[in-house]
């Protein structure tokens, strides 16, 4: 753990979007399997999108897009128009072994960062 930084959380108002990024510390994700995930209270912990190694062009699914636009150290999630149900953790996930679809078995975890949707 504490090898991934999640930011950009915080409070938003429903319609709105988000942005959060990933930064890896000390290394480059460009050779990593990249999965965005979120745990909402109560609930179990749920992928959201994933995007393959040395992958750069943008990886969508439904709300949310993964972005990895060079090569680097960070990545990119946007959730598009949220929603109060969006409100959880988010967290990114790194694997240099595993392919997509994302897992809760990625080995590097960050810590995650609240997002809280209300008007």
């Known amino acids: 753990q504490g090898l991934l930084l999640e930011s950009g959380g915080g409070s938003v108002q429903p319609g709105e979007s988000l942005r959060l990024s990933c930064r890896a510390l000390?290394?480059?994700?460009?050779?990593?399997?990249i999965g965005w995930f979120r745990q909402a209270p109560g609930k179990e912990r749920e992928g959201l999108v994933c995007i393959d190694k040395r992958t750069y062009t943008d990886s969508v699914r439904d709300r949310f897009t993964l972005s990895r636009p060079h090569a680097g150290s960070t990545v990119y999630l946007q959730v598009d128009n949220v929603r109060p149900e969006d409100t959880a953790v988010y967290y990114c996930?790194?694997?240099?072994?595993?392919?997509?679809?994302?897992?809760?078995?990625?080995?590097?975890w960050g810590e995650g960062t609240p997002v809280n949707v209300s008007e």
């Open positions: 000390g290394f480059t994700l460009d050779h990593y399997t």
């Open positions: 996930a790194a694997d240099f072994q595993k392919i997509c679809p994302e897992s809760v078995d990625f080995e590097y």
